[in-house]
């Protein structure tokens, strides 16, 4: 089984703001496959069913974006996954709007959901689809994260969107992650 894990907030104050991008990936994700959100466990929104020929669980942790790790630790337990298996979906104030970096390991880079998960899996070395937000230029990084996307930027990051969901689709197909990131990156 595959675990695709989306970080976001939850709660309609949050909904498209720039923060929710791993969110809006997958459900963009289930929407494109069929998939339904429709179970409350582990501290996530889950939703699960057959892509590719692989066993897909999908994940939005509800614990906010600080503690996202809690429940990845929780679903990972729970279904004896080996972290090779799974992949987290995240936003990038590095990267420019809609551009997407794939990456088999790597530090939390200041992403406060990442450092979670990194604390609650007790490693570095699992794979992250992060999506570009953008940087700041005159607001703080918690207004800028916490806010939704100007109209020309909706455009890019929805294009980036599809492009994330490709390189899932990508990754489901050949199970070969490292030739997923030669295609993508």
């Known amino acids: 089984m595959k675990l695709i894990v989306g970080l ?6 949050y909904e498209g703001t720039r923060h929710n991008a791993g969110f809006m990936t997958v459900d963009a994700f289930a929407k494109e496959h069929g998939l339904m959100f429709n179970k409350q466990k582990f501290d996530a929104m889950l939703a699960e069913g057959m892509v590719a020929g692989q066993k897909v669980l999908l994940a939005k942790p509800t614990t906010y974006m600080n503690e996202s790790g809690q429940a990845v630790k929780q679903i990972v337990a729970f279904y ?3 972290v090779e298996d799974l992949i987290i979906v995240h936003d990038d104030m590095d990267l420019e709007v ?3 970096r794939l990456r088999q390991k790597g530090s939390a880079g200041g992403h406060n959901g ?4 990194i ?17 700041p230029e ?4 918690v207004d800028w994260v ?3 996307f100007s109209q020309s930027e909706k455009v890019a990051f929805e294009a980036g969107l599809g492009h994330v969901v490709s390189a899932l689709d990508d990754w489901l197909e050949n199970d070969n992650f490292m030739q997923t990131m030669n295609k993508f990156n």
Do not use: C, P, Q
């Open 8 to 13: 976001g907030n939850i709660g309609k104050e």
């Open 80 to 82: 004896k996954l080996d």
């Open 98 to 100: 809609g551009k997407l």
């Open 114 to 117: 990442i450092k979670s998960i």
């Open 119 to 135: 604390k609650h899996l007790g490693t570095e070395k699992f794979k992250r689809a992060r999506l570009g937000i953008g940087h």
């Open 138 to 141: 005159k607001m703080t990084v």
């Open 146 to 148: 916490l806010g939704r």
